[in-house]
């Protein structure tokens, strides 16, 4: 098996305790036994390093067809398997954290959206809005997370779609 593999899921599984913030690389190579050198041949850092945990395990899985809705539904629903390591890697706001990778999908999947509808993708105020949706959707899915994914998947993309800045939504 790739060192990769055991890594992520060293990872993972101190993400069922600790927060991202919380666990040090120095703790994922003790847990394996490893030196810091094969860590860095791998991953730049342990943001790196959950970035393609998720890309492995949670994301691989979601069918979102290009649409931000889709790809919002399929994540809560790979989510739900794992809620605390999920809620434990997404409570980071560094800038290189999964969380801020997911409002990047987020947003990219959405300004494509728009594009391919023929609706505005730029300006001062869809930019502020685009940020405040995928600020939203993260915000949203930890509270879901951390209060044990009541609702379904169908019901929380619902709140988030009344939630939405009005300048985003089509009224066409």
């Not at 790739?2 to 060293?10: A, M, P, S, Y």
């Amino acid at each position: 098996m790739k060192i990769e593999f055991f890594l992520e899921n060293t990872l993972l599984n101190l993400l069922k305790t600790k927060s991202i913030d919380g666990i040090h690389v120095k703790d994922i190579i003790q847990e394996l036994g490893i030196c810091k050198g094969t860590f860095y041949k791998y991953y730049q850092d342990k943001y790196d390093l959950v970035v393609h945990a998720f890309e492995n395990k949670f994301y691989c899985n979601v069918e979102d067809g290009g649409s931000w809705e889709r790809f919002v539904v399929g994540s809560l629903r790979q989510f739900r398997s794992s809620p605390t390591v999920v809620y434990n890697a997404f409570l980071s706001t560094d800038i290189n954290s999964i969380s801020q990778y997911h409002q990047a999908r987020i947003k990219a999947l959405f300004l494509a959206e728009r594009a391919a509808n023929k609706l505005p993708c730029d300006g001062i105020e869809i930019e502020y809005a685009v940020n405040i949706l995928t600020w939203l959707v993260n915000e949203t899915m930890r509270v879901w997370l951390r209060n044990g994914c009541i609702e379904t998947e169908e019901e929380t993309l619902a709140m988030i779609k009344r939630m939405m800045p009005c300048i985003l939504v089509d009224k066409t």
